[in-house]
C-alpha cells in the first residue's frame, strides 16, 4: 500500500449505531488531518494530529470523536450520528504539521439514515 | 465575507484554451496558496502552491500569487477534456501554528473537446 488509505470506502449506518473510520498513511509523516465534505459546501477541516496530539479541533460536536495511536494511524468514533452528518470524510497527511502540502486518502462515503 | 472564495462555475473553455481559475481570500496575513484537483467521486489532488508573489509554472499550470489584491489564481494552458474537474483553492491563514488549510468552494472546469 502506498500513501494515504481509508477504510471502509462507504458505509451506511442508523442514528444509533457506532462506527469507526480508519486511515492509515505509508509516507513517513508526522501530521494527520480529517476533513468533512458534504454537498455544496466546501471542505472543512475537523481535527489536526501532530505526533500523536490532537493540535486543532475544529469546533467539532463530540459524536465524533478522533484517536491517533501512532503517527502512521488515525481513526474517527461515530456514535448517535444525524442524517446531516451524511458526507464524504477524507483524511489527510503532511510531514509535519507547519509542513503545507497535505496529501489525501480517497475518503469514506458516510451515509446516515 | 467568506475566507477564501471561488465562483463555483461551471466555467467551459474548448480543447487547447487557456482555462484561468481565480480565488480571493479575506485573510491579508495569509502566506500559503494551494490549488487541489478533484474528480468527481475523488478526493482532492494537490496540483501547486505558491508562496510569493508573482508566478510559478509547472507543465501546463501556472499558479499567480497577488497578495496587495489578495488574489491568487490558477492558469491552465492548452486544456485537455481530462482537466475537467472542480479546482478547489486553499489558503493557510498567518494565524494557523497546526497545518490548518481553508478551502474555497471549487470551481468547476468543463473542457469540451
Known amino acids: 500500500e502506498t500513501g494515504v488509505t481509508q477504510t471502509p470506502r462507504h458505509l451506511v449506518m442508523g442514528m444509533t449505531n457506532k462506527k469507526s473510520l480508519k486511515c492509515e498513511q505509508h509516507l513517513g509523516h508526522n501530521a494527520m488531518y480529517w476533513y468533512k465534505q458534504s454537498a455544496k459546501k466546501p471542505l472543512e477541516l475537523m481535527f489536526v494530529?501532530?505526533?500523536?496530539?490532537?493540535?486543532e479541533n475544529n469546533s467539532v460536536p463530540s459524536r465524533f470523536s478522533p484517536e491517533c495511536p501512532n503517527s502512521s494511524h488515525l481513526f474517527l468514533h461515530l456514535h448517535t450520528l444525524q442524517p446531516e452528518d451524511s458526507a464524504l470524510y477524507l483524511c489527510?497527511?503532511?510531514?509535519?504539521?507547519?509542513?503545507?502540502?497535505?496529501?489525501f486518502g480517497p475518503g469514506t462515503r458516510l451515509t446516515v439514515l | 465575507q467568506k475566507e477564501v472564495e471561488q465562483n463555483s462555475g461551471p466555467l467551459s473553455v474548448p480543447e487547447g484554451a487557456i482555462a484561468s481559475l481565480n480565488c480571493t481570500y479575506s485573510d491579508r496575513g495569509s502566506q500559503s496558496f494551494f490549488w487541489y484537483r478533484q474528480y468527481s467521486g475523488k478526493s482532492p489532488e494537490l496540483i501547486m502552491f505558491?508562496?510569493?508573489?508573482g508566478d510559478k509554472e509547472d507543465g501546463r499550470f501556472t499558479a499567480q500569487l497577488n497578495k496587495a489584491s489578495q488574489y491568487v489564481s490558477l492558469l491552465i494552458r492548452d486544456s485537455q477534456p481530462s482537466d475537467s474537474a472542480t479546482y478547489l483553492c486553499?489558503?493557510?491563514?498567518?494565524?494557523?501554528?497546526?497545518?490548518?488549510?481553508?478551502f474555497g468552494q471549487g470551481t468547476t472546469l468543463q473542457v469540451k473537446p
Open positions: 505558491i508562496y510569493s508573489n
Open positions: 489527510a497527511s503532511s510531514q509535519r504539521r507547519t509542513q503545507d502540502e497535505q496529501f
Open positions: 494530529y501532530s505526533l500523536e496530539e490532537r493540535v
Open positions: 486553499a489558503v493557510r491563514p498567518l494565524s494557523s501554528n497546526t497545518g490548518k488549510l481553508i
